[in-house]
């Protein structure tokens, strides 16, 4: 739209400049077209003096007539010396005095008759005239190459357009800078908008913009409020809710898990070879002992469902936590990377063991400047989605260092790769989504690890990345952090 509107302008400020020059082409075309009707007059009144110049005609034959210059005549030849001529000749056209070169039709009729002609590179205006002269009736031609209509015909490419081209060129090359320096501050505008993150909703400096469009980024600022308002609204309803089911949810998880301990512990008791537990005889009866297999079974897919309500309460509220307006209070600190992976190995060595999985690190001493709390949360959901969908013996590998980009110095990474079932290139882009999962997907799960995960690399400007892990199997989630 700014360049359309550029364009607009400078179309709009160059036509009238082309129609001024060919207005001042007009102009000066009948500037001299007066100039030369003066000339045709000059030459008109010249015409007598040059038949009055013949005196009488020759005394011997062949003689040219007897011939005397009038003073006005002789002024303007002199005047006009190598750019005039005359002729005098019979009726007949023959040449009897003058120059040959000035010739012209036998004028019919004794008014004067005028017309052009070239003549060694040069265009004379020629007055022609026949009348009575001493010598008898001739006819007289007068040529005036300094015709100001003659020489702009002839020069018009060199002194009338050519001026007028490059002065209009000039003009636009002018117009264009000069639009393109107004328009800047409007052009800075429109690719600061473009080029922020959906996430940015912070008002643009209404003092930096153009007093035009000032009213356009003043309603461009209170529609970013609104939507700031609304999206803030939603994040604190989602922080708000997670946060009050996570005391009632914690108390249930911990009952059911105390009577899922119970029952495991009861079952093998009620079911002994000798029929008796500790506290006495027991009946063997087989739907007894239905009931308590099912009572346990029950408990435990109570416990499973607990377990990930709590998960799912948990990971929503830090995914309201991670949004960037929410973290403007907090001021960044130095984040050991190093220390946060060992860390996360101690934290899902259990877990992983009783899957049978081999958890280990590689890692180099990199720091980061960050919300160490937040890089915890990105770090655990990689590698709780790197155990919970990697079958059993498979491999699971936590590692941070330094990383050579494409371009630039070396830049910081944080990786987890596992040798599981991976996610298919098609879906790549879509997992990062919340609460989607592949389908086809074993295993439990909410869809918010990887959700979270991208958001907390977002707040830390890193670039999360994922791709299949060595020898073309698994998954393998890279995290680069800025320089």
């Not at 060919?22 to 007059?41: C, F, K, M, N, P």
């Not at 800078?177 to 209404?206: C, G, N, T, Y």
Request: charged share 20%; hydrophobic share 40%.
């Amino acid at each position: 739209m700014t360049s359309d509107l550029r364009n607009r302008l400078l179309l709009l400020l160059v036509l009238p400049l082309c129609v001024l020059a060919t207005i001042g082409v007009w102009l000066d075309y009948r500037s001299a077209d007066e100039a030369a009707g003066q000339h045709d007059q000059r030459l008109l009144r010249l015409l007598p003096a040059l038949s009055d110049s013949v005196l009488a005609p020759a005394i011997r034959d062949n003689d040219p007539p007897l011939l005397l210059l009038a003073p006005p005549l002789e002024d303007f030849l002199r005047q006009n010396a190598g750019f005039s001529g005359y002729s005098v000749r019979d009726p007949s056209g023959k040449l009897l005095l003058g120059d040959d070169w000035v010739h012209s039709a036998v004028p019919t009729t004794q008014a004067p008759e005028f017309h052009s002609m070239e003549y060694g590179g040069v265009t004379y205006r020629v007055a022609v005239q026949r009348g009575r002269t001493g010598a008898g009736e001739m006819v007289v031609a007068l040529a005036d190459g300094s015709d100001p209509r003659q020489q702009w015909a002839q020069q018009l490419l060199l002194r009338v357009l050519l001026p007028n081209l490059v002065l209009v060129a000039a003009a636009a090359l002018a117009i264009h800078w000069a639009v393109r320096q107004a328009f800047k501050p409007l052009v800075d505008l429109a690719e600061a908008v473009e080029h922020r993150s959906p996430r940015d909703l912070s008002p643009i400096d209404e003092a930096a913009s153009p007093s035009e469009v000032r009213p356009l980024v003043h309603s461009l600022n209170r529609l970013f409020a609104l939507v700031n308002a609304q999206a803030e609204g939603q994040r604190r309803f989602v922080a708000d809710a997670a946060h009050q089911l996570r005391t009632p949810l914690a108390g249930l998880q911990a009952q059911v898990e105390a009577w899922a301990m119970m029952a495991k512990a009861a079952a093998p008791q009620r079911q002994g070879p000798s029929g008796q537990d500790k506290k006495g005889p027991v009946s063997t009866d087989g739907r007894t002992q239905g009931a308590i297999v099912l009572g346990v079974d029950q408990i435990e897919k109570l416990r499973n469902a607990t377990r990930r309500t709590s998960q799912l309460a948990h990971q929503l509220l830090a995914l309201s936590r991670a949004d960037a307006r929410s973290l403007d209070a907090q001021q960044p600190q130095r984040v050991d990377l190093k220390d946060l992976c060992e860390t996360l190995l101690e934290t899902f060595l259990d877990p992983a063991t009783g899957k049978g999985l081999d958890l280990g690190i590689e890692v180099q001493p990199v720091h980061v400047t960050g919300h160490g709390w937040l890089l915890r949360e990105l770090l655990s959901n990689l590698v709780d989605n790197a155990i919970k969908y990697t079958p059993a013996s498979g491999i699971v590998t936590i590692r941070c260092g330094m990383c050579q980009g494409k371009s630039g110095p070396p830049r910081v990474f944080l990786q987890v790769e596992d040798d599981g079932p991976g996610v298919p290139d098609a879906e790549r882009t879509r997992v990062m989504q919340r609460f989607y999962r592949v389908p086809g997907t074993v295993g439990e799960g909410t869809g918010l690890g990887l959700a979270i995960a991208d958001e907390i690399a977002r707040v830390h400007r890193a670039s999360l990345t994922l791709g299949s892990g060595a020898q073309g199997r698994g998954l393998m989630v890279t995290v680069v952090f800025p320089l």
